[in-house]
């Protein structure tokens, strides 16, 4: 059964920093392309980042490009999203995901491609200006 624990999320200022964690269990990490989406109430959820099984091709939505960094650590299961120079729009409720192989290149675009069950339960940034 796939387990997903985000973690990290908080309250800071415009332009500050945090560092989100997913820890994984109970599937095969390394053989899953792993994925960051946030969502905010009444709004579609929507990809942050999404990062290849082997680490080597992330891909970002355009308004976090250069702010933010998807990586991943296939010895312990985890999973992080360093976010950089935040911005009260980065305001949301963070979700980490697994996703199959063969959906990474278009998983950022389609968030109902990930599968039932392969979502953690979020956790929340707050940016203030």
């Known amino acids: 059964q796939v387990q997903l624990a985000e973690s990290g999320g908080g309250s800071v200022e415009a332009g500050g920093s945090l560092r989100l964690s997913c820890a994984a269990s109970?599937?095969?990490?390394?053989?899953?392309?792993m994925a960051w989406y946030r969502q905010v109430p009444e709004k579609e959820r929507e990809g942050v980042a999404t990062l290849s099984a082997t680490g080597s091709m992330p891909t970002y939505a355009d308004s976090v490009k250069g702010r933010f960094t998807i990586s991943r650590d296939n010895n312990n299961n985890t999973l992080y999203l360093q976010m950089n120079s935040l911005r009260p729009e980065d305001t949301a409720m963070y979700y980490c995901?697994?996703?199959?192989?063969?959906?990474?290149?278009?998983?950022?675009?389609?968030?109902?491609?990930?599968?039932?069950?392969?979502w953690g339960q979020g956790t929340q940034v707050s940016v203030s200006p």
């Open positions: 995901a697994a996703v199959r192989r063969a959906y990474c290149f278009v998983a950022i675009g389609r968030p109902g491609i990930v599968d039932e069950g392969h």
């Open positions: 109970g599937f095969s990490f390394g053989d899953y392309c």
